[in-house]
């Protein structure tokens, strides 16, 4: 059984439609990449994957509950069970490190008190933040901060994980640093990652599988893994794309 479905989803903004026609399925420990050009839709559906904005139709499924038919109480319960890391990181600047990452554990109140900190600790051991667990987020370069993000989407060990834009804003050496800890992330974890990025580096690093979203066709073009998107799919928009670095050098 897949950890999230989707089934013939349609995003609408009011009476604009942004997408329609979604339809995919994530395993346990898949690195899935939600691709597409600037305004395509790409942030709209992870709103829609993680809560935040409900569908003008269709179905987002964790495992076999329905997330959007479901009352309220079983959405909390279906949120706990997954962690999101922002494109801005989306720290709170009055807490330090440490108390940024607690949050979730406190939201949800499904480990006992005491451990908080041992586990938030734990986390940012493993995205290598440890040492800055008392500094305030302002102290923190762009990288950190996403380091410190990603502590905390990991720290309540969720089966699914949402990361938007996470090499945004960052050098070269930072995203690839980030890239290698997104897959040691998944080694450790086995979740599910969904990753909505336009950065064919980590794209190409990273992602088992992607959809890939058509900004003016408003709907799904492609799915499949990224190189063979890139060397299978003949649509234009898709290898403009897919090829972007190669025809940057010509």
Not at 5 to 34: C, K, M, N
Request: charged share 20%; glycine share 6%; proline share 5%.
């Amino acid at each position: 059984m897949s950890l999230l479905s989707v089934r013939d989803l349609r995003l609408q903004y009011g009476p604009t439609l942004i997408q329609e026609h979604i339809d995919f399925d994530i395993e346990a420990g898949t690195i899935y990449a939600v691709m597409g050009g600037s305004g395509c839709g790409k942030s709209t559906l992870l709103k829609c994957l993680i809560g935040l904005l409900q569908p003008a139709a269709g179905q987002v499924l964790y495992g076999e509950q329905d997330y959007w038919a479901s009352n309220e109480a079983t959405r909390n319960q279906l949120r706990a069970d997954i962690g999101v890391l922002f494109q801005s990181a989306a720290l709170w600047s009055s807490m330090t490190v440490l108390e940024n990452v607690m949050l979730p554990l406190q939201v949800q109140d499904t480990l006992p008190q005491d451990q908080h900190e041992a586990r938030a600790l734990e986390a940012l051991e493993w995205v290598g933040m440890a040492e800055a667990q008392d500094r305030l987020p302002a102290d923190l370069s762009g990288g950190m901060k996403k380091r410190v993000g990603l502590a905390r989407a990991i720290v309540a060990r969720p089966h699914l994980l949402f990361l938007d834009e996470p090499s945004a804003g960052l050098d070269p050496i930072s995203s690839v640093k980030l890239d290698r800890l997104i897959l040691d992330i998944r080694e450790r974890t086995e979740a599910a990652i969904v990753i909505v990025t336009h950065e064919l580096p980590s794209i190409y690093a990273l992602a088992d599988d992607g959809i890939f979203l058509d900004a003016d066709l408003k709907r799904p073009i492609a799915h499949g893994k990224p190189t063979q998107m890139r060397d299978t799919v003949m649509h234009p928009t898709v290898q403009a794309f897919m090829r972007r670095q190669e025809i940057d050098t010509l």
